[in-house]
Structures are given as C-alpha cells and as structure tokens.
C-alpha cells in the first residue's frame, strides 16, 4: 500500500497510525455450480452517444471481431459480475455521459483535480448499499478508486474500496485532468478524466468512471484506456480493479494506557480480470442478498442464501458473524448464541426470502489483515501476528472486558447484596426509634411512659441525706446515709 493525504478531516483522519499488512490463508467465498440468469435492468441516464466527442468517438481497430462479447456471471459471494466487451451495446448504455447531466449537480474537484495522491470526502444524497450496509459518505482518490471505510487512516489502498481502475494516477501533470462527480439523488457518478500515470506520462491518458446506483448497483464504465492494464506498473502503487470490504476490531493495550489498537480484517474481495478492462468496455456488479437484511429471528435462520445466518437476540440483528458489525456481534457473546438456531418464539417462514438454494464449493483464497495503533509513535508493535482464527478473536476481546450472560455466582450475590441493604435499613429504623423515645422520656419525667419506667427500676441507689448548707439556704450537700431505700430530702430542696 501506499499513503494517501485526505484533503477534509472529518471524520478526523487516524494520526499517528502503525499499518502492518500480514497474509493468511482463508477468506470466506461461495461458488455457485451454475450460472445465475440475471435481469439486466440497466442504469442508463438518457446519454447520446452520437455526440462530438462522446462515447463512440474512440474508433476500434480494423479486423476485430466485432460479434458480442460478453463475460458470463461470475458469482464473488457478495455481488455478481457482468463483463461487456467494447462491441457490446450495453457498454455504451453503461456509460454515463456527464456532460450532458445538469450543470449544478457536476462537481470539479479543484484539489483532488490538481495533486497527487490526495483523497476528499464526498457526501451522498441517498443510502448506497455496500457489503448489506448503507453507506451516506465516501472518500475519492487521485488513484482511481473510492475509500468506502468509516476509519480514515492512510493507507487508502489496502482494503474497503470501489476501484474501477485504481494505479498510480496522477492529476497535477496534465491540465486536462479532472475528476469530477456528478449526483442526481439516485446515482453518484465519479469520473477520472484523462489521468496520466505519474511514473510514466507517455503512455497517454486515462478516461473511466465509477457509478453507484441506490439499488446497490455497481458499474465500471471504461472510455479510454491506452494501455493493456496488466502492464502498468504496480511497483509505486497497488493496480486493482474490483471491490473489497473489512471489518475493524478495537484492542486496548493495557501496558500503554490510552492507547488503542485497530486491526482491520479483510473479510471479502472481489478481484476482476484486469485483461477484460479494455476501451469502450464496462462491468456491473449487482449485490447479492446477505444475512443483514433480515429483521426477524425466523426468516434469518431459515435462509437459503448461501450463508450461515444466525440471529442475536441482544442486538436483534442477523448476521453471519462477518460483517462491518463485527466487534458488536463478538463484544454481545453473538457467536455463542448462534450455535442454537432455535429462536425464542415459533419460527416464522411466512418471510422466507425468494432467493433459490444452490450448492457451494469450498475454496481456499488469502485472508488479509491491517494492524493500526493510536497513540504515541512508540516501539510498542503487535507482536503476534493476527490470525483467521474466529475463536481466537472472541477470546482475545472477553480478555479485555467483553461479558455475556450473567452467571449464577453473580445472580447469588445481588440477592445476598440487596439483603444486607434490608438489614441494614431495619437497624437504623431501631436505632432512630430508641432515641426518639430516650429523649421524649428525658423532656417529659411526669409522662406515662417515664412513669413506667420509673416504677419499674431497680432501687440499687445509696440512701441520700441533705443537709443545709452554711450561708446559702438555697443549696445544700448531699452526702450517702447508708444503704435504705429511697432519699432523705429537705424541705428545702
């Protein structure tokens, strides 16, 4: 991968990022044995390819076969793709012609137009379904792709992008270089308009676009492209074509505190042949139905989609553990749970999806991983590689204070703990009671109450005498006479 500088901070950008990219052995994808028949409802938008300039104007050489080519569906788990050869007529009807859209919606980008290896965000007028998750925001590189990713960080190119034609493009070498988007409310529309290859300008420039439909569409439309793309160099930036798509996963490093640590799993990619990716060509990928859009327990576990859907109770979501939504299904014990597929009430297939059961093929392809840190630039590096190892995830996150269901250990504890608290209240009640009643019986001798008492205590006292003192008739000593019972006592006292 490569640095990439986003031009608006918000989102803030990820500082201070360490990104480790390691490769493992396992990412999870589905074959179908059969073909699919899709409905080829194309997203035209009334362009006119007879127009000066337009579409039609790049003439393909003589002595081709100009019969239809088409690459049949190909089934990447999450979307299926449609590949159209340049004498297709459904490349032309693919590709959308911005000049003629509405002049306030098209959108130069000034910067991204005139730098190098810089990316902006760029807002949606509509939710744009990617990987089952609705997406409001993007980031637009120089590169010739689109960072999908709700965490900025640099390294734009590793995963979580729409790459039509994503290489080492260079805007700020040509002044004919744009990249412009244009959104009608239904469509984002990004073009690269005659992009030159920074680190080798004269193999001539590059036209193509990237559209995203509300639908969950996904097109890549192809205008000019002067070079075969398995021959452009990926020496100083990644050469992709396709889709990708992670999910993140926060670690807290206990020995570096307010510090955390990011890692970024790939879970999905979907690679298209760079060989297809010719003038006037163009591919459409249409989203294949996930675990997420299911609302309710039965019809997610009695799905036929090709995924091993479950449903959490806690978070009342359906899902097949891999998703953006990762961390929340790990942190709320979801994979324990999902090991019953019983739901709390009946079952009900009155939703069951109208998608058809197929059978699929195990495969084995590379699962990747970026690591990022935030915090200081210190020494202190993951030092275990990360691993495909689901298990190993959720153990690693309850180790850091993830919890599930209560234990009866726990339950035992508040009941003895809201015992005491009774106890306690009962105790202090007596207590108050006690010496309201002394110091009702102290102000009031001659009450019944202290009457009572009075009566009824012990007569352990030593006889008393008084005596008159000398010079004060008011006063007088009292000194013991002997053990009898009650007091000798003056009259005037």
């Known amino acids: 991968g490569v640095f990439y500088e986003v031009v608006q901070s918000f989102p803030r950008v990820e500082e201070n990022v360490w990104v480790n990219s390691y490769v493992s052995s396992h990412r999870w994808r589905r074959h179908s044995e059969s073909l699919k028949s899709v409905d080829t409802n194309r997203a035209s938008m009334g362009q006119d390819s007879s127009e000066p300039g337009g579409f039609t104007d790049l003439l ?35 590709w959308v012609n911005i000049d003629q859209m509405e002049k306030d919606k098209v ?23 990617f990987y089952g998750h609705f997406l409001r925001e993007i980031t637009v590189a120089t590169g010739g792709f689109i960072y999908t990713g709700e965490v900025v960080h640099r390294m734009l190119t590793a995963t979580q992008y729409i790459a039509p034609l994503m290489a080492n493009f260079d805007p700020s070498v040509s002044r004919n270089s744009t990249v412009r988007y244009f959104d009608n409310g239904t469509a984002l529309v990004v073009q690269w308009d005659h992009v030159h290859l920074q680190d080798n300008y004269n193999l001539g420039s590059f036209t193509f676009q990237a559209t995203l439909l509300n639908d969950g569409r996904i097109i890549f439309g192809y ?69 997420l859009q299911f609302t309710s327990c039965g019809p997610c576990v009695t799905a036929q989609i090709g995924f091993n859907c479950s449903w959490c109770s806690k978070l009342q979501r359906c899902s097949s553990g891999f998703d953006r939504h990762r961390q929340d299904w790990v942190d709320s014990g979801c994979p324990e749970e999902s090991k019953d597929k019983i739901c709390e009430k009946n079952i009900d297939t009155t939703e069951t999806p109208p998608y058809s059961t197929t059978n699929f093929l195990p495969t084995t392809t590379r699962f990747r991983v970026l690591t990022t840190t935030r915090g200081p630039t210190t020494s202190h590096l993951p030092t275990s590689l990360p691993t495909e190892d689901d298990t190993k995830i959720a153990l690693h ?4 204070g993830a919890s599930t269901d209560d234990s009866a250990v726990e ?48 007569s352990r006292w030593p006889a008393m005498k008084f005596r008159r003192g000398s010079g004060h008739p008011a006063y007088a000593e009292v000194e013991p006479v002997g053990e009898k019972e009650g007091f000798i006592v003056s009259e005037q006292c």
Not at 279 to 284: D, G, Q, R
């Open 223 to 291: 205008k000019e492209i002067p070079v075969a793309v398995t021959q452009i160099s990926s020496t100083n930036h990644p050469v992709k074509v396709g889709l990708s798509d992670a999910f993140v996963v926060v670690h807290r490093i206990q020995q570096i505190p307010n510090v955390r640590r990011r890692t970024i799993y790939e879970y999905h990619r979907v690679e298209l042949q760079m060989s297809k990716i010719t003038n006037l060509s163009a591919v459409e990928m249409i989203p294949l139905p996930t675990c």
């Open 60 to 94: 393909l050489e003589e002595g081709h076969d100009n019969t239809t080519q088409i690459e049949e569906d190909t089934d990447h788990n999450y979307y299926t793709s449609r590949t159209y050869g340049p004498y297709d007529s459904t490349s032309r009807d693919l």
């Open 397 to 400: 996150l309850k180790d850091n």
């Open 411 to 458: 339950k035992k504890g508040g009941t003895l703990h809201a015992g005491l608290i009774v106890g306690i209240l009962i105790l202090v009640l007596i207590v108050a009671a006690a010496i309201l009643v002394t110091a009702y019986m102290y102000h009031h001798p001659t009450s019944a109450a202290s009457l009572f008492f009075i009566e009824r205590r012990p």
């Open 107 to 129: 959108k130069i980008h000034g910067i991204l137009s005139n730098t190098h290896r810089q990316a902006a965000r760029v807002n949606l007028s509509f939710d744009f379904p």
